[in-house]
């Protein structure tokens, strides 16, 4: 399998896979508090479970996929190298953070205390606020960089600017309806780097 084909399924198998699981699947909603949350997950861990693997493992095949392009734009040395280093560097802090919160959640489903799962929540929840912060940053340095090498349509790189605004602004003025946004953003974008990652013939 070539690297460009392998990069953008992991882009597109992803996103599709994080769609099931936070959308289709997880039992709680972002808006409630860690407490609610906690019991939501716990009333049905087996389906809980499932979501959470499948949200914070598409996230980390997004993420592993944007590392790949990433890099490439790094070793080629155009004229977005130098954002595309940062969001190198900022890619692989978000998928520890991924892998961290992953293990905070499935705690949740496991334990058989309330007050263990509000905590676990709790820090899942505040992860979960660091990593919308960097994400946003990721994104707008992300299409920054695709926008000044022109290696993929200009048009991802303006939705990733976007995208990113939306997270950064999002993050510090109280909006549902933006956050919204900033996610089916990052899905959108995520899938179109993809399919243009697996059509390129470079």
Known sequence: MRSKTQTGLLLVLGTIALIIGWMGLYPADGTESAAVQAKKIMADPTIAKVAVLLGYGGMTAVLMGM???????VT???????YANIVFILVAALISASIIALGLELGVTETTSVATG???????????????????????????????DKNLHIAVGVLAILTGAAFLISSFVDGVALDFVGWIGFMITSLVLGILTIRSKN
């Not at 590392?67 to 734009?73: A, C």
């Not at 709790?122 to 000044?148: K, N, R, V, Y």
């Open 67 to 73: 590392f790949n392009i990433t890099r490439g734009m």
């Open 76 to 82: 080629a040395a155009g004229k977005g190298s130098s």
């Open 118 to 148: 509000e905590i676990l929540m709790s820090i899942s929840i505040a992860l979960a606020s660091s990593i919308q912060i960097t994400l946003g940053l990721t994104l707008a340095l992300l299409g920054i960089g695709i926008a000044l």
